[in-house]
């Protein structure tokens, strides 16, 4: 398959296997906001019509956008922020209540491996049952050493249950970009425009043959701290690599050519954003850890690849 094929192969819809939900939702509590960097906002210019892109996405147009100053977050939500919440609201999240969630194959024993069902596009990804933000790779892993690692296995609801407690919301499309860019003009990456070079890796994706082979050369064969890797200019960590972050808006590719302050997304749709790529993400199969670069999924679905940074 083709990269541009699916916008759902580098984090599958839940709805490719279907299981149904067994558990219900908790009351939300109200708790402390996470630090957030105060960034100016202004006009740039969004989107990309880079060779690199896929028309499917609907990176282009490029088009001036302006957004106010807001807040954000100088790294993804980490699962030691994110048992906070669960301890304080006794909230489940989409993949308790369903049962299972999505992981990558290659990080599953054997056993799991066959008895797992995967969707057929993308075979890389097994539902595991009992996989959860608290136990990533499914019966008997658990969050040892990572609790300053990004919380995975997060749908957008649970992203925005969090943010409820949290005081916060979930960037708009557009700060994100507006973020990812750290105010620089059309780059390709949050560094420039030159891929990385020799042993300075700046983001955590996928080294090797994708996706039997990852040599983890940048110290990584999964999720990496949030603040690993150099930030952007802006201070941001990790803007591109290591999970798929949730924003608020609504999926859409008709973006107008003329300028728009604080675009939203649309009303209405089923499918919500995501940005920035994946520890999963290679240039063979999908090179979508550029700043312009997105997908979309339906708003109940995780997998071991996604997460979330707040905005203020």
């Given amino acids: 398959m083709g990269p541009g094929a699916r916008s759902n192969c580098c984090a599958p819809a839940r709805s490719e296997v279907a299981l149904t939900p067994a558990v219900t939702r908790a009351q939300e509590a109200t708790g402390p906001a ?45 699962n030691d922020q994110f048992a906070q ?50 136990a990533p790779e499914g019966p008997g892993s658990d969050l040892t050493e990572r609790g300053n690692h990004p919380v995975v296995h997060v749908s957008w609801h649970d992203a925005q249950a969090y943010c409820g407690w949290a005081g916060a919301r979930l960037p708009t499309e557009a700060e994100w970009e507006y973020a990812a860019r750290g105010g620089s003009e059309q780059a390709r990456y949050p560094w420039g425009d030159e891929p990385e070079s020799g042993t300075r890796f700046r983001a955590n994706i996928f080294r090797g043959s994708f996706p039997t082979r990852n040599t983890a050369a940048d110290g990584y064969r999964g999720t990496a701290p949030v603040n690993a890797f150099e930030p952007n ?51 063979s199969y999908c090179n979508r850890y550029r700043v312009a670069a997105r997908i979309q999924n339906s708003p109940e679905s995780s997998s071991g690849n996604t997460g979330f940074r707040v905005a203020r």
């Avoid at 949730?246 to 919500?272: E, I, K």
């Fill in 34 to 78: 996470p630090v957030v960097i105060a960034l100016p906002g202004g006009e740039f210019l969004m989107g990309s019509e880079d060779s690199q892109s896929y028309p499917a996405d609907g990176e282009g147009p490029v088009r001036p956008v302006r957004v106010s100053p807001f807040g954000l977050a100088a790294h993804t939500v980490t």
């Fill in 233 to 283: 200019a802006f201070g941001l960590f990790n803007m591109v690599g290591n999970v798929w972050e949730w924003c608020a808006d609504r999926w859409r590719t008709d973006h107008s050519r003329n300028l728009v302050a604080n675009p939203r997304g649309p009303a209405t749709g089923d499918g919500r954003v995501l940005r920035g790529g994946s520890h999963m993400c290679h240039d």
């Fill in 85 to 134: 919440f669960i301890s304080a609201t006794g909230y489940h999240t989409d993949a308790e209540r369903y049962g299972w969630s999505y992981v990558f194959a290659g990080f599953l024993p054997a056993a799991l491996r066959r008895n797992a069902r995967r969707p057929d596009a993308t075979p890389w990804w097994c539902a595991v049952p009992e996989a959860t933000w608290r």
